[in-house]
């Protein structure tokens, strides 16, 4: 089962920051926080990961909660070609993805 | 580079019937994955492989199976096909110790 809890959708306008939210209040010392997100048609993309501090790639921000039982995807300007579901998943090493249902996130133009 | 690709894109296939799905991994990619996303849900994992042995299996029938070859391609293979098999089916690659998995476009199977 998915470990993590996240809002089944978000909205946000074009242009503007998008934070999507993730509990994950089981977490164990050695989960690692990953993000994937599905464009329509497609398989699912890599975003970030991080394990206890924040973390910067070129495609979005990762910010963890300091008991880490929470973290916040976010997207810093988001565009039409932001549009996806996004999937917040508890991973060790050479575990096997458990993809919960994920955040539709609507960019409206 | 070119990166994780399946084959076919779309096939279709009758009840009873039996499948083969295909995915090359990214060169230099030892572990390779398996998942069905059935319309309007997440991924669930199938198989994981990685050099050659399998490393993980989901819940699925052992209608289900899967090999992977020594190049480190792979196939995904479904006997006795049933409606409810209709899916994509995606696969992905990892380079050893990476935390990244990447997914191939997919295979959207109908099974009739």
Redesign the interface.
Known sequence: D?KTTQPNSMESNEEEPVHLPCNHSTISGTD?I?W?RQLPS?????VI?GLTSNVNNRMASLAIAEDRKSSTLILHRATLRDAA?Y?CIL?N??D???????TRLHILP | DAG?TQSPTHLIKTRGQHVTLRCSPISGHKSV?W?QQVLG?????IF?YYEKEE??R?NFPDRFSARQFPNYSSELNVNALLLGDSALY?C?STST?S????????TRLTVT
């Open positions: 998915a690692y990953h994937y497609q398989g699912p993309e890599y990961h579901v999937y991973l090493r050479d096997k993805i458990i993809f919960g249902k994920g | 994780v994955s998942y849900q997440g991924p669930q994992f994981q490393r993980g989901g995606l992905a110790g935390h990244e998995q990447y997914f191939g476009p997919g």
